[in-house]
């Protein structure tokens, strides 16, 4: 989230696209609810389905699943069409007024430098016109054709009310209405926030959708206000956590990016990393790269990392592809090139696409060490279900360790929310039996693998044994002392430059912030977004005031928010150019004369002037991006791409297949449906029930009863063309599975047409698997496909084809 | 000659001073008593469900539950009892034209002016209308309480239709313990009745007074049926 | 925003009422507790339930139920009926309004409404199974119950149920033993969106209006108040967008009163009935008295022997 769950009070308008918040997010929907009841403000839902958040909202539009991008595009050409552009935002705060490169072209769904072999551009002429003194090049009149605006404005106009109800299936009058209702918040005074989760992101061109809407909320002057946002609905109580402390394969804590083999030392990796401004006077605040990574490594190897050994840079891994996502793992382990896996608090056997492949692939694994409270599918893989795990025991020679771990409520830490609010926790119970905390169970396989390397040696034992490992007890690790490592500390004293007898920094005590880190090793920080969140005045999470001043949202003494405290990303975005809030009702920062002062903690130096620096500090530019420059795979716009699985061809470009710069591995290629399979008629989108979360609370009686059994939604008009009764027995397949489920014929589901097509809904929910309290069921990842999305690889399981047929149900035993 | 209708089985008439006269046999008066018990437990239980100020009763079957629990079941007893009276007497007690005369005189009845009626068979208009309308009392009842023993049954009605049912088993309940008071009274009235439930006999002069045709009956079947001495 | 729920007191707390409080008690003769204590009120604005159940759940919960698992039967309403472990229940309607021809998923939490003449209570034969608190609580006395089903012919809503297991009714009880101890319902206390806000009557009443005119406001032209006069009013009430219609919403009645057949067989028929029973024992005294008994006379048994030839063996 660029805001928070809390400031979403202080909305005009929600929308809910991408998503279904009152379903999957019923407690933070409240600040909806609150929103309404409070500010007055609408709720827009445009969902494939009639949700539960669509349930409560003042307007509903369906939507085809996998068409969101040619629905936002609509909705910008629409803006721009009828001047619903905050102009002086678009023209202060945006990238509208630069000029890209004269070679930069698009043409049928096709940017300049794809290469279809590779599935990939070569994205040399996806940047600005650089000027004579390095800086980015612009035209504050926006009449230059090639300034950003002005491609913009061509590249949307293709998405007319009538070429988007034809590739949606949104009738145009309820397309228009909702235009209208976000037209208005154009307005300086009328903010609109976007609530948005998987339904955006399980696409094979996930990011894309998220960006095409941040794109629209900049045209409305929507980010960095109150009320406003981009905002990333997380699913997991720490999923935001997770990619903030950087576990994915491709990362280190911050966002900071692992080298790649082409990287052999840390100047190269430096090179294009610290990025210089493309602006005057901008903050660029990457530039500060290295003193994050520098601090990093200090915190990771002490004192083995130095200046001379270029701070242990040797020992990171350095990635010979993109990345190891999930998928590419399970490909590599199908082959046989992954052997062991580590499994930690998750269950890929029903969370990851085609249970066919995961099940295939787990099986040539030696060894699968399960860290989890639950007893999960993947655990049992290997054990014959009947039709719901048809497993052969007798083949499958992995050995399973099932490590019992604690679960939430009986640990101590903080969990970081949406709104990215590190909350710190205590336990509320002792765990059960033999139950460890991953802590522990980590700790434990650390010192025990170091042990083995002092004794063994090894081929490369460095970053093992150099590892530091200062904590009171070395077998299990407070999570204090976890959480003060993260925030940093100073290793060595830095003298006040000014005043040699003065200390800037003493050795030993806590960071007070990101802002003091340094590159010269005098720095440890693990994880230089969170630094602030445990400093001398003690652990800033814990802190539970929730006082409110001038009743903002804010609420900035309850625990802690990164980075900095900052509640609201590009805050100095919520005054205009002059420092004046849009909105006096809804004042955030604003620039007194001498300094930005206000609500939240500024994102900019407090003394900088307001004409000189952008809000937009992470980029070199100062502003924020219409156009996204090299930075996305599939193109600096947005671009609407069917489904790899699409029950029509792509009306704007029916040569491309796809997301065409998705990677897809062979194998799995052949396991999707043709376009307009006659075999696979229905679009297929699976999600989740507020009754059940993932497939944990079907563990648990009272959650089971609320939603005891597996069933899939279709329309009434679907039911009653394949004879199919509600609450009776189907088989629904795709190429890759079949499953038995029962069937809820719906009003909440409609038929859509769609270039001319009736098209029908399949809606997979996603909670049944075959251990738990609940009645034993498939998990919809038998039927998904194995793609992800091109950015970063999450799997498309919003929209996929399928087919349909009444059923006599499982055979009774 | 076919038995005249009122004449069951077991009914005869024994010589001698007094005339005594077998009016039930065993297995009528044991089937009696049993009704006759059902009703009144019936009776008392479910007047403590029908009243507050009865509910103390529940106490003679072990409390609430147990009242709540018990009574249906002794419904079903009841039913079948009576099912067994019902075989044993209806023929008895159709409705003949004598009964006609009998209730347009019903103030002689009232007085004891027994000399003013017509000669009745084994049963007079009131015994017959004591019977009729027990037994349609108890289908009422019957029906009525299988639609409220929610216990087994509960799906079986609509919470409208037990509405109606517990009122109609009410009303029906209060209407059949007066004809068990009209009956029990007659019985006490009409001395010499008694002994007919206890014994299994009457008197020849209460035959004659009560039931005289009934009475000609019997001597004329065993006359018939054994040649005079 | 409504001010949220408190949370628990750390220390013991004295109960705010008891026995001391009863204004009704099931065939029972009491004198109500005077003064009153203040009317106490839950409500449920439908408009704002996103159907999450966690009302659901926290009333399993806190109430120690154990539910059992059922099966889809083709709704999102799980189980399918208020059961006597279930006391409250999501109901889904699937209702396109004719009006606009759009889809309107009415949801509507199920459960006691705790009438302010509650029909149950009326209804029920044993003393002191259902009490009714001067706070307006309508609650069931276990240990009393004799599990008879009368509070269910009784209640106008259809809400209570007899378990299977102890054979005693089971409903809401508008969770009084946290009531008492200044706590909201479970189910409040768990709604994520304030769709369920408890406090007093007047307050529930009060804060009703403004929901009342937000949903106006936005078309809904009918949105009312559901607080039925026919039982006296609730202590359960609900905001509906289409109060002219409560039977869209899962068959809430339109003018709930408890039913005419059971108030004439809990009055007039007690009276009447005991009337006639009376009547027919007196009848008999009285003629006894007057008439005398109807015996045999010698003359009767003469005529019987002279009849059986007696006379003459």
Redesign the interface.
Known sequence: MTNSWTDIKNTDLVVIMGGNA??AH??G??WV??A???R?AKLVVVDPR?T?????A?Y?APVRQGSDIAFLNGVINYCIQNNKVQWEYVKNFTNANYLVKDGFTYQDGLFTGYDAEKRDYNRSTWDYQIGPDGYAMVDDTLQNPRCVWNLLKEHVSIYTPDMVSRITGTPKDKFLKVCEMIGECSSPTKTMTSMYALGWTQHSKGSQNIRTMAMLQLILGNIGVRGGGMNALRGHSNIQGLTDIGLMSNLIPGYLTLATEREPDLATYMSTRGFKPLRPNQMSYWQNYKKFFVSFQKAMFGPAATAENSFAYDWLPKMDVPSYDILRAFELMKQGKMTAYFCQGFNPLQAFPNKAKLAEALGKLKLLVIMDPLETETARFWENHGIYNEADPAKIQTEVIQLPSTCFAEDEGALVNSGRWLQWHWPGGSPPGEAKSDVWIMSQITLRLRALYQKEGGAFPDPILNLTWNYKDPNEPTPSELAKEMNGYVVSDVADPNDPTKKLLEAGKQLSGFGVLRDDGSTACGNWIYSGSFTEAGNMMARRDNSDPGDTGAYSNWSFSWPANRRILYNRASADINGKPWDDTRKLLWWDGAKWTGYDIPDIAPASKPQDVGPFIMNPEGVSRLFARGMMREGPFPVHYEPFESPVANAIAPKVRGNPVARVFKDDFAQFAEVASPDFPYAATSYRL??HFHYWTKNN???????????VEISEELAKEKGIT??GWVRVWSKRGSVLA???????IRPMTVDGKTVHIVGIPIHWGFVG???KGFGANVLTPFVGDANIETPEYKAFCVNIEASTGPAVA | MTTPYDIEKGDG?H?????TVDRYTLAARINHWITAISLILLALSGM?????KL?FL?VLFG???A???IHPWIGVVLFFSFAGLFLRFWKANLWKSEDGTWLRRIRDV???H?ERLPELGKYNAGQKFVFWGMSFLIIVLICSGFA?W??YF?QFTT??Q???A??VH??A???I??VW??HV?AA?????TIGAMTKGQV???????HHRKW??EL?GK?TKGTP?? | ?FPPAPNPPVAPTQAKFGDKDLIRRS??TITPASPRQTEVAKLIDV????????C??AC??WNNL???????????T??PDLTPASFTLMRFT?W?NPETD??????RKDGCMHCEDPGCLKAC???GAIVQYSNGIVDFVHE???????C??GCPF?IPR?SKVD?KAYKCTLCSDRVAVGQWPACAKAC????IAFGTKAEMTKWAE??IT?LK??GYKNAGLYDPPGVGGTHVMYVLQHADKPEIYAGLPNNPRI?P??E??KGV??Y???G??GL??VA?VL??LV???????????????K????DR?
Not at chain 1, 742 to 748: F, G
């Open positions: 009152a379903e019923p407690c929907f409240k609810t609150e309404k009841a409070t007055g009639f539960r958040s669509a349930a409560v003042d509903y507020t009754e009686h009272v959650n089971s009863v609320l939603q005891p059994e597996f069933f509600n609450g029962k069937a809820y014929a719906t009003k909440r309290a609940a009645k | 008439v010589k001698g001073h007094p005339v403590a469900l029908f009243h507050p509910f529940t409390g609430g539950q009242t709540r629990a009232l007085a004891g027994e409220v929610d216990q509960y919470i409208p037990k509405r109606v517990i009122l009410a009303m309940a209060v209407a313990i007066c008071i009209i009274y006490i009235w009409v001395r010499g008197t020849g002069g209460w035959a004659w007074r009475l000609r001597v065993r005079a001495e | 925003m065939a029972s408009s704002k339930c996103i159907g999450c159940k966690a659901q759940a399993l919960e154990h539910e059992e698992i059922g099966t889809f039967n083709g709704t999102y799980n189980p699937e396109v759009n889809l309107e998923w009415l949801i034969p044993a003393p009393n119950c004799i599990g008879c089903g009368y269910i012919k259809n007899i054979n994520p969106t304030q769709a403004g929901r937000d406001s936005r039913s057949v059971v004439i067989w028929t007690k009447v009935g005991f006639f029973i027919a024992a008999g003629h006894h008439a005398g008994a109807n015996r045999v006379s010698a003359e009767d048994e003469a005529n019987a022997e009849l059986t030839g007696s063996s």
